[in-house]
């Protein structure tokens, strides 16, 4: 079967191209649609005069290494079996790359030279550029003997840098897309005498191309969406012996369980993510699609993104969408994948079942983008930018002036810029080239739409670009309407610290490639001679209960008195006065970015920006204290060596998640962490214990956690992501690391655990009582009105200190189970209690359990409100009238209750009575409201003063006291007394708690 003749036309081009192909007149761009033999082209052009005909090489370029491996199959073996004819002998051996330094080697070293066509990927031409060290030069003399670079589905970008390494060859340059609307020169320039498009009307016109037929699915649940979908095959389709369906769902855990969904109703799978391990049990589950040849005979295809570009089956012609998708170019680029019609058959459809209401909307727009685009691919300036800059005018009035028009393409066109006094202070991650680095900044602005007009070398330290940006207005759903805005980026390097101004924000490359300042080098700029008027803070506990953030506003924040909690809030910006010289100075510092702004008397210029980065060097260099507003708050600090987890808790709020079915209840999480042992630790999900693999991820700067243990709950938020990527994207975890920092908020912190050990501190609110010590459990079996056992912590509180702190008139609850407010609710006319209770069993006891506060407390911060001033939420009270009692079925099985609820006190007709009375406390101006802890077999006073007067504290140790305090802190804010009960002894000795 000889090629088609759009085919033909394509590969007329491409040969002309290397004929006549240099540097200056840019790339060749061929664009087909998905499913009209792009492959054939790449084969037929390697094995041509221009490649394996001259006994040269070739490099061929993808996106993924799953892509790289089927293509490498295409060319060396599938392409000519498909045209029925023998493979080439001009066509040189097919090789995959495998290692950057295994070609290098090969290619270099070659003693009889010999012809091969090289697949890699994009990734691997940059490592082969990295490690030939970023020297153009160098990669150009290896790549001497090559003919041509191909660029397979080049409108993906998954960074500036991997079309730098391509254009670093040398070589001319084929680029192959199948996605016109983002065909263009943001990273390449185009050749415009050898483009070449082939447009989807006139692939469905030559019965290329299948058409789709839409149908929608309304279903939500997994379960009933795949007895749609097979009902929809059974009765729609007419489905063929071999036919194949493509499942695209929007997340791993629907990948996983569509999978299972299916594979209960016999049917034949293959479901592919890359979050799968290759452990799991179900052999079903893959990380990468197994390649042609390999690929066993399944019915099924399921993904979320492994199959969207790239892939290539003609036996499937059916797609499923569960969930949707971001964009119209991932749906146009999904539905490509099942309309391949390489027999040219007539009348040949394809099927769409998609949950996505906008499959069929967005394949309509794309077809009637199609059909108007002129012939050849878009370009990166589809409005004309020289149209719009030469519609300026000459001379015009505005904001007061009379105002004439910039000349941009001047030698100094710098100087018409008036720059800010901001900047961003950077460290580069390694070896630093400042013209190598501008033009990866030029590279990221051409990648996001902007127009570079400009770059400029105003001294050997400094550079500046100039772009103009090109958008469509942003308060316009579907219409077009061009803006433009001109924006300057400024680097600056002066040997340690990277100063970038820019206008518009940082680009990849700055986020990337350099890391902030930090804390430490930030805090100088403010020193201690400045008057601090701002500030924003965050905290490093992350629990539900806690203030996430704060902003304090003041004259001079260093005169306000500290507050208990402020060690546990870390500073995240800050704004005041100072002088420099005889200048009087307003300053911002940020510490995410590294941000510097300053307010002063200023005309713009260039010099003045320069003279500020002198300035901001020299105060670096000092490293002045900090003003003492500052220094009050834990500063974040970045780890001097790879971070590793030694105590961790999770921060998690159950009812922010929901069951993957109605065969599970609510999430109920026991233990919610502790000690880190080998890279894992434990937490307690619905009374089964899970464990759970932690560790830092440097590239992504976060640690990742993950378990072979599903959790079958996902955010309610966010239903694409199971619970445990819910966790890591969005770090809900505190860490206590070995070097002693401890990781909240997605920083690391040095806690200044201030007065530690002092009565004036923190261990002001704890006080030692010591029956506790020989608790063996939190609760125990109590009948009618019998007290709770004396070695359980509801004993103690019912028997000893809830009637001691009360008087003789008081009346005590049990509130325990059901939607609680505390366990214990003790009250009298001059003071309301809430008690709250915590023990671990007697054979998991500890002097000092981060786990156990960390539920308890977060218990406690939850109904704060109900012992605020001026409250009007009413808790829950119908199930008070009711019996305490408590039933467990699994083994070992046993029964607690009934015990009364009234311990003390008159009796009301309902809860909602008991309520009022308690209000009516709550709201007296006159009495006293506390929140108690009462800890039994997880906290030790002694043990904890003890373990952090230690210059290396157990990590647990800073867990337990940025907890405590946090909790003080929030419960002063309200008017209400923290207090907490312990041992201020060891362990108890193991005995059976008392049922």
Request: net charge neutral; charged share 25%; aromatic share 8%.
């Amino acid at each position: 079967m000889p090629l088609w003749e759009h085919q033909t036309a394509a590969l007329k081009i491409l040969k002309r191209h290397l004929k006549r192909s240099s540097r200056e007149k840019g790339a060749a761009l061929v664009t087909m649609p998905t499913g009209t033999g792009k492959s054939a082209v790449i084969a037929s052009l390697v094995a041509g005069p221009q490649v394996g005909g001259k006994k040269k090489s070739a490099l061929v370029v993808t996106p993924w290494r799953g892509l790289a491996r089927q293509l490498a199959e295409d060319i060396d073996r599938r392409v000519w079996e498909r045209l029925d004819v023998d493979r080439p002998a001009e066509l040189p051996k097919v090789r995959l790359i495998a290692s950057a330094k295994s070609f290098i080697e090969h290619v270099s070293g070659q003693k009889q030279y010999e012809p091969v066509v090289h697949v890699a990927t994009l990734s691997m031409v940059l490592k082969i550029f990295e490690t030939m060290e970023f020297d153009e030069a160098a990669m150009a003399a290896l790549f001497g003997r090559f003919a041509t670079v191909i660029v397979d589905e080049c409108h993906y970008e998954p960074a500036p840098s991997w079309s730098r390494a391509v254009r670093a060859t040398g070589l001319p340059i084929c680029l192959f897309t199948a996605t016109p609307f983002r065909n263009d020169n943001r990273m390449f320039a185009i050749d415009p005498a050898a483009q070449y498009r082939y447009t989807h009307t006139k692939a469905v016109a030559h019965r290329v191309l299948r058409v789709p037929r839409f149908e929608h699915i309304d279903e939500t649940s997994i379960r009933k969406y795949v007895d749609a979908l097979l009902d929809k095959l059974e009765h729609v389709v007419e489905k063929k012996p071999g036919d194949r369906v493509i499942v695209r769902c929007s997340n791993r855990a629907d990948v996983r369980d569509l999978a299972a969904a299916l594979v209960a109703k016999d049917r034949k799978v293959i479901a592919v993510h890359e979050g799968f391990t290759g452990s799991e049990e179900a052999p079903h589950l893959r990380r990468s699609m197994p390649r042609p040849s390999d690929r066993p005979e399944v019915e099924f295809l399921i993904h979320q993104h492994k199959l969207t570009e790239g892939f290539d089956d003609p036996a499937a012609r059916v797609l499923a969408v569960y969930g949707g998708f971001g964009n119209d170019r991932a749906r146009v680029q999904q539905i490509g994948r099942i309309l391949r019609n390489p027999m040219q058959h007539a009348d040949q459809y394809a099927f769409v079942f998609s949950s996505d209401e906008s499959m069929k909307a967005a394949w309509e727009r794309y077809l009637r983008f199609d059909q108007t685009i002129v012939a050849k691919s878009v370009a990166t300036d589809p409005v004309g930018v020289a149209k719009l800059l030469g519609a300026q005018p000459d001379i015009f009035y505005w904001d007061r002036l009379f105002r004439e028009k910039a000349d941009l393409d001047a030698d100094d066109a710098w100087n018409a810029i008036n720059y800010r006094l901001s900047t961003c202070i950077r460290r580069p991650n390694g070896k630093f080239d400042l013209d190598g680095f501008a033009a990866m900044i030029a590279q990221d602005l051409t990648s996001s739409d902007c127009q570079v007009l400009g770059q400029f070398r105003p001294s050997f330290d400094a550079r500046v670009i100039l772009h103009m940006t090109v958008r469509n207005s942003p308060i316009l759903r579907e219409g077009a309407f061009v803006e433009m805005a001109l924006g300057y980026t400024v680097l600056h390097w002066n040997g340690q610290h990277l100063f970038v101004s820019a206008s518009e924000g940082l680009t990849e490359s700055v986020r990337t490639d350099t890391t902030s300042v930090g804390a430490e080098g930030l805090v100088g700029l403010l020193p201690n001679t400045s008057t601090i008027t701002s500030m924003s803070l965050t905290n490093n506990d992350l629990s539900d209960w806690a203030v996430r953030s704060r902003s304090i506003r003041a004259r001079d924040i260093g005169t306000v008195a500290a507050e208990v909690g402020d060690s546990t809030f870390g500073y995240s910006t800050a704004s005041g006065s100072l002088a420099v010289g005889d200048k009087a100075v307003t300053r911002y510092t940020g510490v995410k970015n590294g941000r510097v702004s300053d307010h002063r008397d200023s005309k713009g210029l260039y010099c003045e920006l320069r003279s500020w980065f002198d300035e901001l060097t020299a105060a670096l260099l000092r490293g002045d204290k900090p003003a003492s507003a500052i220094a009050r708050y834990g500063l974040p600090v970045i780890p001097t060596e790879p971070p590793v987890a030694a105590h961790v808790l999770l921060d998690v709020a159950p009812e922010t998640f929901e069951p993957f079915d109605d065969r599970h209840g609510p999430l109920v999480i026991e233990w919610s962490g502790g000690a880190v042992e080998h890279g894992r630790f434990t937490v307690e999900i619905n009374e089964s214990e899970v464990e759970v693999k932690i560790a830092w991820d440097a590239p992504q700067k976060r640690f990742n956690v993950s378990s072979t243990q599903d959790v079958p709950y996902r955010p309610i938020n966010d239903n694409k992501q199971d619970f445990w990527q819910y966790i890591t994207r969005e770090q809900l975890l505190r860490v206590a690391t070995r070097s002693g920092l401890v990781y909240s908020n997605k920083n690391f912190w040095q806690l200044n655990m201030r007065q530690s050990s002092s009565n004036e501190g923190l261990m002001s609110i704890i006080e030692t009582h010591p029956p506790l010590a020989k608790v063996v459990a939190e609760k125990g079996h109590a009948f009618g009105q019998n007290p709770w056992p004396d070695d359980t912590v509801f004993g103690q509180l019912d028997s000893y200190l809830l009637p001691g702190a009360l008087g003789k008139d008081a009346t005590i609850l049990c509130t325990d189970l059901g939607s609680e407010i505390a366990d214990f609710v003790g009250f009298d006319s001059e003071k309301v209690i809430f008690a709250h209770a915590k023990s671990k069993s007697v054979n998991k006891a500890s002097e000092i359990s981060a786990s156990a506060l960390h539920d308890v407390v977060s218990q406690a911060m939850k109904s704060l409100r109900f012992l605020t001033l001026g409250n009007e939420d009413r808790p829950s009270t119908g199930y008070w009238a009711h019996e305490w009692k408590i039933e467990r079925n699994k083994k070992p099985a046993y029964t607690l209750g009934p015990a009364t609820r009234l311990r003390r006190g008159t009796p009301q007709n309902s809860g909602e009575l008991h309520w009022d009375m308690v209000n009516k406390v709550v709201q007296s101006h006159a009495a006293s409201r506390e929140i108690w802890l009462v800890l039994g077999a997880c906290l030790s006073k002694r043990a904890l003063i003890e373990e952090l007067a230690k210059d290396s504290p157990s990590p647990v140790a800073p867990q337990v006291h940025a907890l405590l305090s946090a909790a003080w802190s929030s419960a002063q804010q309200c008017g209400v007394r923290l207090r907490v009960y312990c041992s201020d002894e060891g362990l108890p000795r193991p005995k059976s708690p008392s049922k």
